[in-house]
Nanobody, 125 residues
Framework: VQLQASGGGLVQAGGSLRVSCEVSGVTFGNYEMGWFRQAPGKDREFVGA????????MYGDSVKGRFSISRDNAKSAVYLQMNSLKPEDTAVYYCAARRYSGSYPVASSTYYDYWGQGTQVTVSS
């Protein structure tokens, strides 16, 4: 199973960025997908998640209203659109997959089975 995150980079505060995660080695439609992030010296933080069909999403409080998650099951990919970026959004962003086909995704990282390698997002002030 491979999760390949991409699309990170350097962006100015107030700008936008979209990161992607392509998944291989599993039947993507059977998996809930999550995004997490970790800044230096801080704990891993839940960013958001999307259920297997894309019908339900949930977000961490710090990104609610600014970030959105979508998925394309035909491409085995999940996306994180980040708008109105702030310097405190600077972190390594990880995608994760959970073998679950329920209606509502979960925020706890302990439920996720597979993790990508992460992509760096840096927001300058």
């Amino acid at each position: 199973v491979q999760l390949q995150a991409s699309g990170g980079g350097l962006v100015q505060a107030g700008g936008s960025l979209r990161v992607s995660c392509e998944v291989s080695g599993v039947t993507f439609g059977n998996y809930e997908m999550g995004w997490f992030r970790q800044a230096p010296g801080k704990d891993r933080e839940f960013v958001g998640a999307i259920n297997w069909s894309g019908s339900n999403t949930m977000y961490g409080d710090s990104v609610k209203g600014r970030f959105s998650i979508s998925r394309d099951n035909a491409k085995s990919a999940v996306y994180l659109q980040m708008n109105s970026l702030k310097p405190e959004d600077t972190a390594v962003y990880y995608c994760a997959a959970r073998r679950y086909s329920g209606s509502y995704p979960v925020a706890s990282s302990t439920y996720y089975d597979y993790w990508g390698q992460g992509t760096q997002v840096t927001v300058s002030s």
